[in-house]
């Protein structure tokens, strides 16, 4: 097979420690074809002048074919690398809201929001690569390889979250506000034998006292 000279390692010195910039140009090849779509669409609806509804959902999708391929002769590749990957990724999220607000009066207003979220994401990863090519000067292909050189692989991952949330603002008497908010998840990814169900609470107040004397 064909040498290459390293600045390191001359030529007919052993093998190069790392490769020539011009053998990586002209012998070795990383390509990735991807082709991608992203969706999205929302619709709000205004039940009165209190209360309204909104929902949006979206979609990211791509498939990626990627050809990776080291000459004969490489640094890392001695008897050459060769591997196609076929890669499709998608994510699916949904998120559905309801929004009240109301003044009760010049002392006492609220407002609240409650929502809902779901997230699926889908991987897979079907390829194979090899290495000791047969040629070493053959164009790249998986037939160039032994079989006993050769390994195939599938990768299938599956992920999804659900989630209901919420959150209450009030401002009494224009001075004082409570704040309280939650959210309960559960994740395919918890695994069985944890709690699929997990609830995360928090609670703000603030108090602008300066307002008792009626100064800003």
């Given at each position: 097979?064909?040498?290459q000279?390293s600045?390191r390692n001359?030529?007919?010195?052993g093998n190069?420690?790392?490769?020539?910039?011009?053998w990586?140009i002209?012998?070795?090849k990383?390509?990735?074809?991807?082709?991608?779509?992203?969706?999205?669409?929302?619709?709000?609806y205004?039940a009165n002048?209190?209360?309204?509804?909104?929902g949006?959902t979206?979609?990211d999708t791509?498939v990626d074919?990627?050809?990776?391929y080291?000459?004969a002769g490489?640094?890392?590749?001695?008897?050459?690398?060769?591997?196609?990957?076929y890669?499709?990724?998608?994510q699916f999220?949904?998120n559905?809201?309801?929004n009240a607000?109301?003044?009760f009066?010049?002392?006492?207003?609220?407002?609240?929001q409650v929502g809902?979220?779901y997230?699926?994401r889908q991987y897979n990863?079907?390829g194979?690569?090899?290495?000791?090519f047969?040629v070493?000067d053959?164009p790249p292909?998986?037939?160039?390889?032994p079989?006993?050189n050769?390994?195939?692989?599938?990768?299938?991952q599956?992920?999804?979250?659900?989630?209901?949330?919420?959150?209450?603002?009030?401002?009494?008497?224009?001075?004082v506000?409570?704040?309280?908010t939650?959210?309960?998840?559960?994740?395919?990814?918890?695994g069985p034998l944890?709690?699929?169900?997990?609830?995360?609470?928090s609670?703000?107040a603030?108090?602008q006292?300066?307002?008792?004397?009626g100064?800003?």
């Open positions: 097979p064909e040498k000279i600045f001359p030529i007919g010195a190069a420690g790392y490769d020539n910039p011009y990586t002209n012998k070795n990383s390509l990735s074809v991807v082709n991608r779509f992203i969706g999205n669409f929302e619709l709000v205004d002048d209190w209360l309204s509804l909104r949006n979206g979609i791509y074919r990627r050809t990776d080291l000459h490489s640094a890392n590749a001695l008897t050459g690398f060769y591997e196609e990957q890669v499709q990724e998608s999220n949904t559905l809201f309801a607000h109301k003044t009066s010049d002392n006492f207003a609220g407002s609240i809902f979220n997230n699926n990863n079907v194979a690569n090899g290495t000791n047969i070493p053959a292909n998986l037939t160039n390889i079989p006993a050769r390994v195939a692989y599938n990768v299938a599956t992920q999804r979250t659900s989630a209901g949330f919420f959150q209450i603002n009030t401002d009494i008497f224009n001075q506000t409570i704040n309280l939650g959210r309960a998840e559960s994740a395919s990814t918890f944890a709690n699929s169900l997990f609830f995360y609470p609670a703000t603030a108090w006292f300066t307002k008792l004397t100064t800003n």
